[in-house]
């Protein structure tokens, strides 16, 4: 979503403003701008329409050097993506603000404001606080406490970073429901709302509570929580690296992160198991006590997550464990029971997806015994507000649509399968299968990967179509349900999922020879039952595009096959999502869409 950059130093803070919103990038944007207190005291707003290369342009012919400024990327909310709505938003020259997140209430403060003589110039919500501010300024207030009483005026979720030409020593930032991050240096400080956007000139980072309001100064920062009290926040050191946000040899961040694969599964199981077994003492010590008493999960996640649960879920009832999984936008709305004895277990990258954090805050009071997240970012909120985090290793995902971070997710739950499985009478041999079946899993993800150029020719098959169907059944109905998703992600086709089994209720009437029909044919007990399903779609002349273990006899004409060998069965689901991850891919660039930052999407969904 949305990104936030900022900086105050003794050196033009121009050139770091640049390059942490060309890091932010990866989120998804429409517009981007910049503001500066320039060497005569003012600020110079400059804003664009498009890459944040366009903006750069600009400030670059401009000359103007600034040692204290804000910037912003925005993903349209309030107000089509047009230079008039991007930020940071002004009220005259008082006042400058950039803003995460949405403003309920806008509506009725913007009334307000109008009557008072304030003029719009824009669509956008974040306008409005400009002008609360410039009105709290304009009765006296200075600019720390014109923030603290704006931000009880405002409803709705947001990170704010401010500043003014009148205070030339601070940004004021706060955050609610939105993140926002402190980078600490020395003699300077910077602001952003992810630590990629800073890596470059800090790796030290002090991370925003929830009501949290901070003054950043150039020889330190001072914070205050919800209540006004001044606290410390502890300074972390991100364990992210700078040239992990390169792309080094590959033409997309989607395809690098698809290939690192087989590296990061064996980061995310290094240490966790030994001699055949799951050392669960390396979950945390909390964690022993908390799943002695689970007799029932409860799973909530968006998107790409969702479709990890799904599959999850299956792992986890075949291990005797009850299961409901619920996308995180419906669940907070709707009633439910919450049966005895319930894990609440989250499953996001980003660790501050809106709808996930929602839900899980109001866990907390619907009876739940404790809350698990499954999380790439360990300095994320999810993590911070969780019991227990249990992380994956894939290391910072670039791309929008998700690769890695899915198969490390997977990885993950099925290593809380396996202690989940050892309360149900999971046996020492049954355990020691399925930990070997880990330990094989990024080798077998390697030759997968070595059927890129076979599958890049089996995209040719996609280039001029507009629709396109994938069939699964089990646990492999989550993963064409995964597959479509990011076909339709980054190649903008029209892709839909089905339970194979329920062709004959609907699907079939699309069926023709223009519709692809995408399949994984795994050697397991419904192999035969899909078969079935797969001579229904050729006797209607669907074209099909099968992935099949080596085992299997197809028995099908008119059809393109790529054969996977030796693939475990419990780990199945994971192996046979990296062939869908290329077949997208390389579809996307036959069709030449932007592949890691598809139009309309954003990485991280930080706002409802």
């Known amino acids: 979503m949305c990104g936030i950059v900022g900086a105050i130093a003794e050196r033009n803070v121009l050139p770091i403003l640049m ?38 342009k600009l400030v670059d012919s401009s000359e103007v050097r600034g040692d204290l400024g804000i910037a912003h990327t925005r993903w349209a909310t309030h107000g089509a993506p047009a230079e008039r709505n991007a930020h940071p938003h002004m009220s005259g020259v008082r006042v400058a603000v950039v803003h995460n997140g949405i403003i309920e209430n ?45 931000i009880n005026e405002l409803e709705g979720a947001y990170a704010l970073a401010v500043s003014s030409p009148e205070d030339s020593g601070r940004i004021i930032v706060t955050r609610k429901g939105s993140p926002l991050v402190i980078g600490v240096g020395e003699g300077e400080n910077f602001i952003a709302s ?13 991370f925003l509570e929830e ?108 291990a005797g464990v009850s299961c409901n999984v619920e996308v995180a936008s419906e669940y907070r709305y709707r009633k439910f029971v919450v049966p005895d004895d319930s894990l609440f277990i989250t499953i996001s990258q980003s660790g501050e997806t809106a709808d996930t954090l929602a839900a899980l805050r109001s866990s907390r009071s619907q009876g739940y015994i404790g809350t698990l997240c499954v999380c790439n970012v360990p300095e994320s909120s999810l993590v911070r507000e969780s019991d227990v985090s249990l992380m994956t290793r894939a290391g910072t995902e670039i791309g929008v649509a998700s690769t890695k971070a899915f198969t490390t997710q997977l990885v ?43 599958i890049e020719k089996m995209a040719r098959g996609f280039a001029d179509k507009h629709h396109a169907l994938f069939l699964g059944r089990g646990a492999f109905y989550p993963v064409a349900m ?12 029209h892709a839909e999922a089905y339970p194979a089994g ?62 996977l060998s030796d693939i475990y069965p419990g780990t199945a689901p994971i192996v046979y999502s990296i062939p869908l991850q290329l077949l997208a891919y390389h579809v996307a660039g036959l069709k030449g869409t932007d592949v890691d930052q598809p139009r309309n999407l954003a990485k991280s969904v930080t706002v409802e």
Not at 19 to 36: C, H
Not at 219 to 238: L, M, P, W, Y
Not at 428 to 453: F, I, T, Y
Not at 482 to 489: F, H, I, N, S, T
Request: glycine share 8%; aromatic share 6%.
């Open 211 to 318: 009501g949290d309001i901070a003054e950043v100064r150039r020889d330190g920062v001072t914070v205050f929580n919800a209540d006004g009290d001044e606290v410390v926040r502890g300074i972390k050191k991100s364990e992210l690296s700078s040239s992990s946000v390169d792309k080094g040899p590959y033409a997309h961040y989607m395809l690098k992160e698809i290939f690192e694969q087989p590296g990061v599964i064996s980061e995310t199981l290094e240490g966790r198991i030994h001699n055949g077994r799951l050392l669960e003492a390396s979950f945390g010590h909390e964690t022993t006590a908390l799943l002695d008493k689970t007799r029932h999960v409860q799973i909530i996640a968006c998107g790409t997550s969702y479709h990890a649960g799904l599959i999850a879920k299956y792992w986890l009832e075949e």
């Open 412 to 454: 993950a739950l099925r290593l809380l399968v396996i202690a989940l499985a050892r309360r149900n009478g999971l046996t020492s041999g049954q355990e020691e299968k399925m930990v070997n079946e880990l330990q094989a899993l990024p080798r077998q993800v390697e030759v997968v990967l070595q059927l890129d150029g076979e």
């Open 19 to 56: 390059e942490g919103l060309q890091r932010l990038e990866y989120r998804g944007y429409d517009s981007a701008g910049v503001a500066v207190r320039d060497a005569n005291g003012e600020l110079k707003r400059f804003r664009a329409l498009g890459k944040v290369a366009v903006l750069k």
């Open 106 to 150: 806008h509506n009725e403060l913007r009334d307000r404001l109008m009557v008072r003589g304030y003029e719009f110039t824009s669509e956008t919500d974040t306008e409005v606080i400009a002008h609360l501010l410039a009105d709290k300024l304009e009765s006296g207030k200075e600019l720390f406490e014109a923030v603290a009483e704006a």
């Open 502 to 563: 329920e062709l004959k209720h609907g699907p079939l009437a699309l069926v023709d020879a223009s519709m692809p029909v995408v399949c994984a044919l795994p050697d397991d007990p419904l192999l035969g039952k899909v078969l079935s399903n797969l001579q229904e779609v050729r006797a209607r002349g669907g074209e099909l595009f099968l992935f099949s273990d080596h085992k299997v006899s197809v028995g099908l004409d008119h059809y393109q096959n790529l054969t």
């Open 194 to 206: 992810d630590v990629a956007a800073l890596l470059s000139v800090t790796r030290n980072f002090i």
């Open 482 to 493: 995964e597959g479509a998703l990011k076909l339709k992600e980054v190649s903008y086709i």
